[in-house]
């Protein structure tokens, strides 16, 4: 619970409550494009309409499972759950090697690391992408847990249990190795969201199996996450000293730094001011990729910190710049430049690898999220005015 009394995430059968009728049918149709881009093995692809993507990555399928349970859609999250586990089951031998050869204190070939990624039918996919990742396996932690929630479960399910425990071991194991950011890049520093990402794995972790040892490592984490603010915000990684947007996630859903840190709040405001591209969020100032657009994810994540702290209005801003970037086809892509972006750089990417994803799955996830959110904030807001009103009126 925040200290404002409002925690967006973790209220049972909110979902439920929800007055859909009072929304724009976007909210329908990203529940849909989720549903549609969730294969029948239960993976979620990244993105339909994008060659790059076709794969379903833990990071993206877990934030989609996350909004898929706040929509109320608990059996398609756990269809994503039991092949996330049945996916770590297929690459078992493969974590525990390179777990005990972190722990015999052996050099490790990032090539060789857990993916990040994984074919729709779970099996790894070997090839060059930058694979070693860890924060996607703290996002599903979370995730699971969050579903488990949501869902009125108390237990991890028994058959999942060797996934959970392996996950979390790995993560304890690498928690503050350098590896790939969110974005997949920058792979000999240690990134402060990837920190955040794994802080969460771990708490989750560590209540699910109600294994101790598991919040013992989650505090390094923490104390390591402190050690990252630099002239005043947290800084992207260890050898960047800017901000990041993927950042925001420290608190919300994280809860790796409290509400009222003021490097933090410092970290936000300056990601609204440096990363605000026409009233969205790119990633970070130096980024190239696809000329650098505003994000719905990072526009999303942004309203949803908001309600966190209670300023509904620019979450509500935040859900209006998402609402307006779905396309005719109710489709929401992944960024959005306008003139505003880097044309240099998006020809390039565009001559690379096509234009950018039109159907991006945890765009639809993550303004699912926002959504709810803002639903949630703003019916608790007007039961507390009328229970203001009637204890006002008997005074
Ligand atoms: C992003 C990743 C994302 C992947 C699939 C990449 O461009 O940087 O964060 O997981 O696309 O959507």
Request: hydrophobic letters at 40%.
């Amino acid at each position: 619970m925040s200290s404002q009394g409002i925690d967006p995430i973790t209220s049972v059968g909110a979902a439920k409550r929800l007055d859909r009728a009072r929304f724009d049918s976007s909210l329908q149709e990203s529940i849909d494009a989720i549903l549609r881009n969730q294969s029948a093995s239960g993976a979620i692809v990244a993105s339909p309409d994008f060659a790059q993507y076709h794969f379903c990555w833990l990071r993206d399928g877990s934030f989609s499972a996350f909004a898929l349970d706040r929509a109320g859609e608990h059996e398609a999250s756990a269809r994503y759950h039991a092949w996330v586990n049945d996916a770590i089951g297929g690459i078992s031998g493969i974590i525990d090697d390179v777990i005990e050869k972190m722990l015999r204190g052996e050099v490790l070939d990032p090539t060789i690391m857990p993916p990040a990624r994984f074919a729709l039918d779970g099996t790894s996919v070997i090839d060059d992408w930058p694979n070693f990742q860890i924060d996607g396996y703290g996002t599903w932690l979370w995730s699971l847990g969050q579903h488990l929630t949501e869902s009125n479960q108390a237990n991890v399910p028994r058959e999942w249990l060797s996934s959970v425990a392996r996950a979390a071991r790995y993560l304890a194991t690498f928690a503050t190795t350098p590896c790939f950011d969110v974005w997949e890049e920058n792979g000999s520093a240690v990134h402060t969201s990837t920190l955040a990402c794994v802080f969460g794995g771990l708490t989750t972790a560590a209540r699910l199996l109600d294994d101790p040892d598991l919040l013992e490592s989650a505090k390094i984490v923490k104390t390591r996450l402190h050690q990252a603010v630099m002239n005043g915000v947290y800084a992207k990684s260890s050898e960047n000293s800017d901000v990041d947007a993927s950042e925001l996630w420290l608190f919300t859903p994280f809860h790796a730094v409290d509400i009222g840190d003021r490097a933090f709040s410092e970290t936000v405001a300056t990601i609204e001011d440096r990363l605000n591209l026409y009233g969205g969020i790119r990633r970070y100032a130096t980024d190239v990729y696809f000329g650098s657009g505003a994000w719905p994810v990072l526009t999303a994540s942004l309203g949803w910190h908001a309600v966190a702290t209670g300023d509904i209005e620019k979450a509500k801003r935040c859900l209006a710049w998402v609402a307006a970037h779905f396309d005719h086809d109710g489709l929401l892509g992944e960024q959005y430049g306008g003139e505003g972006r880097d044309a240099l750089h998006y020809d390039e990417w565009v001559q690379r690898w096509g234009n950018p994803a039109k159907d991006l799955t945890w765009s639809y996830a993550m303004y699912v999220v926002l959504l709810i959110a803002v639903d949630e904030a703003e019916n608790r807001d007007s039961s507390i005015a009328t229970a203001s009103d009637v204890s006002g009126g008997k005074r």
